[in-house]
């Protein structure tokens, strides 16, 4: 029995990124969640608009899209991609705000580190715009929720 590889890691265990140019093109999406508990203090603040540096979720949505854009650039061996849409959505939850990051493309290789790039940015923003307010933040439980194209095809994670 073949023992399976990290594609990432050649035969010598040297990395080296993935050669995608046999790859057929396909569409691609993914969608990741994470979320960022805070005080009751802090929510309360940036619903009403009271956060001194601005808008934190604005902010933090524009941030988790340009993230996306530029994952090549921050995780090492990632291809670049031409992105055709970034989404990120943040909602308010009872323990803090739950970010959802959907990018979507039609290449060679997927889009599942630019949907998860999205909302770790996304949240460390809000973390960033709010600490003076509430340093205990939490930011957490970031994971690919579903994943559609390529030759593995689609992935939904079982809640």
Do not use: N, W
């Amino acid at each position: 029995m073949k023992k399976p590889r990290l594609s990432h890691v050649d035969a010598r265990g040297r990395v080296r990124m993935v050669d995608v140019g046999d790859k057929a093109v396909t569409a691609r999406e993914a969608v990741a969640r994470g979320s960022v508990k805070m005080s009751a203090t802090a929510r309360r603040l940036i619903q009403s608009g009271q956060i001194k540096k601005g808008d934190p979720l604005q902010t933090a949505r524009l941030a988790g899209i340009m993230a996306a854009k530029r994952t090549s650039e921050l995780i090492p061996l990632c291809h670049p991609l031409p992105l055709t849409h970034v989404g990120v959505e943040i909602t308010p939850t009872r323990v803090g705000f739950a970010i959802e990051g959907r990018a979507s493309t039609s290449g060679q290789t997927g889009v599942e580190m630019e949907a998860l790039t999205a909302v770790a940015v996304a949240a460390l923003t809000i973390y960033d715009m709010v600490k003076a307010v509430d340093k205990a933040m939490v930011i957490g439980e970031i994971c690919l929720m579903e994943k559609r194209g390529g030759k593995s095809g689609e992935y939904i994670r079982k809640a």
